[in-house]
C-alpha cells in the first residue's frame, strides 16, 4: 500500500473515506477539516499468495482467462509494473503472429502466411481506429466546448 487510508465500519463491511487526511503521528482522521472518531487508519494490505506462476501459461494460451485469482494480470504478483504489462501484451501476440507464418510454412508457400497475417492486421488496424478516432473526436469537441466558454 502506497499510503494509509482510513476506512468507517457499516453495517455491510468497511467503507472508504475517500476525502479523508490521515494524521498518523496523532491517529486522526479528519474529513473537511471535521475529526471522525470511529475511523479505522488502515497501513497494511494483505494479498493472498497462490501458485501463479504455475497459473500464467494456461491462461494465456487459452479464452477463459482470469487467472488463479480472477484478477486477470491485475494481480500486483502477477504484473507488477507497466514495462511488465507491456511485455506481456506484446507476447499474447506473438503466439497468433507464429502461427500465421507457421501455416504458410507448413504449406510450403511462405505468401499464404504473410496474406493471413496482413488480413489479420487489417482487421486490428479497422478496430483500433474505430477505438482512437471516436476517443479524438470527443476530446477535440470537449475541447472546443471549453473554450466558447462551456455549455
Known sequence: MLEPIAVTETVDGYELL????VDLDDGVVTVDGEAIPDAVIVTEQYLPLYPQAS???PKQAGTNGGGILGANSAYPFENPSAASNLIEMTLILLIPVALCFSFGK???ERKQGIAIFLAIFMMLVVALGG???PFIAIKAIDLIVATAGGL
Open 55 to 57: 497459473q500464467v501459461p
Open 106 to 108: 507448413m504449406v510450403k
Open 18 to 21: 475517500p476525502d479523508a487526511k
Open 131 to 133: 477505438i482512437v478516432i
